[in-house]
């Protein structure tokens, strides 16, 4: 059986702090409610400093088919890091698991954005590491994301290097 979540094409997305792509979920199954959960190990390499890695479970609502923050997933780079040439590498695993998105977030810690929250999902709820087991899927979406950049003067027309995107 097919998968009940699927994502779109990337596109190209910048505002006035960050550069990268955007794609968006969806969903098969109008009225299903629950979460899409995505698991992301996020590494960050500037010039001369260590890569940091974060590890975190991010979380999106879905009541009746209506997946919140209308289904966008970011991948972005603050434009900030304009000041030394760097990498960030993202590789995520997402998937769809049904039931009451109230009662999910409080279960697996995520109801409100706490201590262990990732500060690399922005807006989303989310939790440091995997989730329990028994919320966890071998299905869904697998996509990569890796870009890397020069340092640059300013942030004002920071472009980057390279930036390659696939899925599993």
């Known amino acids: 059986m097919p998968s009940t979540l699927a994502v779109s094409r990337y596109k190209r997305f910048s505002n006035a702090s960050d550069i990268g792509h955007v794609a968006s979920f969806r969903l ?6 629950g979460l899409v959960l995505q ?22 609502r879905v009541d009746r088919g209506k997946i919140a923050h209308g289904g966008k997933d970011y991948f972005l780079i603050p ?12 590789s995520a695993h997402a998937w769809f698991v ?14 409100d954005k706490g201590v262990n929250a990732s500060p690399v999902s922005g807006m989303l709820p989310s939790e440091k590491g995997k989730v329990p087991e028994k919320y966890r899927r071998s299905t869904g979406v697998r996509r990569n994301w ?17 930036s390659v995107h696939w899925r599993d």
């Open 146 to 162: 890796c870009v890397s950049w020069s340092k640059q003067p300013t942030a004002k027309g920071f472009k980057v290097d390279q």
């Open 98 to 111: 049904k039931g009451d998105p109230d009662e999910l977030l409080k279960a697996l810690g995520m109801a």
């Open 39 to 60: 698991y992301v190990k996020h590494r960050t390499c500037f010039a001369d400093e260590p890569t940091k890695t974060r590890r975190f479970t991010e979380a999106w």
């Open 28 to 33: 098969r199954g109008k009225e299903l409610s």
């Open 79 to 90: 434009r900030q890091y304009h000041q030394s040439s760097g990498t960030v590498s993202l």
